[in-house]
Nanobody, 122 residues
Framework: QVQLVESGGGLVQDGGSLRLSCAAS?????IAWFRQAPGKEREGVSC????????YYVDSVKGRFTISRDNAKNTVYLQMNSLKPEDTAIYYC??????????????????WGQGTQVTVSS
């Protein structure tokens, strides 16, 4: 059983920055961040492999968001810069125990955090 605890959401102005944290209680193949805005489907944002540190970003956040991890703390971070109102959503971290995972396929992820709200005002 893996438990994920997120933190770091909040309200920020257009162009601002936030850093989300996801603390995991166990070992996984990868951890990803998803987001869901009201009335929209859950969207994969970024993913980092715990095997080789390879990363993935959805096109809309490339160059603005950076995913990283601290092995000593078993924590994954999502640094979000140049935030836009369209980034407003509930952000979830998710962990997979599958080696054949799709970085942005929610069906591949076994464990989910409780979600943290990110609101970007214009």
């Amino acid at each position: 059983q893996v438990q994920l605890v997120e933190s770091g959401g909040g309200l920020v102005q257009d162009g601002g920055s936030l850093r989300l944290s996801c603390a995991a209680s166990g070992r996984t193949y990868a951890i990803a961040w998803f987001r869901q805005a009201p009335g929209k489907e859950r969207e994969g944002v970024s993913c980092i492999s715990n095997l080789d540190d390879s990363t993935y970003y959805v096109d809309s956040v490339k160059g603005r968001f950076t995913i990283s991890r601290d092995n000593a703390k078993n924590t994954v971070y999502l640094q979000m810069n140049s935030l836009k109102p369209e980034d407003t959503a509930i952000y979830y971290c998710a962990a997979t125990l599958r080696s054949d995972y799709d970085p942005i396929g929610p069906e591949y992820y076994n464990y989910w955090g409780q979600g943290t709200q990110v609101t970007v005002s214009s």
